[in-house]
């Protein structure tokens, strides 16, 4: 079964850090992009970060302002967005898709990305 599992979202404080993890089953991530992609309660789901598969490649949304990083290991199928200095308003469910190929430089349209993990909840308290 072709599935994308995320995790590590969790309760963190203002400034706090997470590690979100996308990890594949079923399939291998060697040839796919990765997207993350963000939800908040009462908003529309947007991008946040794309990772090429040859890793040298990778966008981020304007808002993370220097304080997330995108990175994968092919070899444990794994694709990581580490934050740090989360703030009130990166409270979201945090979403990773695939799609094969580089990301193109409009990489968050999401009717692109055909594998969609289930979500994990990043809440960020004051």
């Known amino acids: 079964q072709v599935q994308l599992i995320e995790s590590g979202g969790g309760l963190v404080q203002t400034g706090g850090s997470l590690r979100l993890s996308c990890t594949a089953s079923g399939f291998t991530l060697d040839y796919e992009r990765i997207g993350w992609f963000r939800q908040a309660p009462g908003k529309e789901r947007e991008g946040v970060s794309c990772?090429?598969?040859?890793?040298?490649?990778?966008y981020y949304a304007g808002f993370v302002e220097g304080r997330f990083t995108a990175s994968r290991d092919n070899s444990k199928k794994t694709v990581y967005l580490e934050m740090n200095g989360l703030k009130s308003e990166d409270t979201a469910t945090y979403y990773c898709?695939?799609?094969?190929?580089?990301?193109?430089?409009?990489?968050?349209?999401?009717?692109?990305?055909?594998?969609w993990g289930q979500g994990t909840q990043v809440t960020v308290s004051s």
């Open positions: 898709a695939a799609e094969p190929g580089f990301c193109p430089p409009i990489w968050d349209l999401q009717w692109e990305y055909k594998k």
């Open positions: 990772i090429s598969f040859t890793d040298d490649t990778i």
